[in-house]
């Protein structure tokens, strides 16, 4: 299976990475993990999330945010990939 970060939700993902490791030292390392997590997640069972348009799904990020809509990334994902 592929797995496909659109370039807009990777830009907001290394925003955000950034954004937690000017907060805390470690702090974005830790939102990658929950972002590496949440791939992984997709990737065992992507039928479990929204699909927002053709093969995309809507992905959630596990982690602690000012606002939990907020970091959303969207995956595309091909079985036999």
């Known amino acids: 299976m592929l797995v496909v970060l659109r370039p807009e939700a990777e830009h907001e993902l290394l925003e955000a990475q950034t954004w937690y490791e000017s907060k ?40 602690p945010t000012p606002n939990p809509s907020f970091h959303r990334t969207c995956a595309k994902s091909r079985a036999g990939r």
């Open 24 to 63: 805390a030292l470690g702090l974005g390392f830790e939102f990658a993990r929950a972002a590496d997590a949440a791939v992984a997640s997709a990737l065992r069972n992507p039928f479990g999330y929204l699909r927002i348009e053709e093969e995309f799904r809507r992905v959630g990020i596990n982690h």
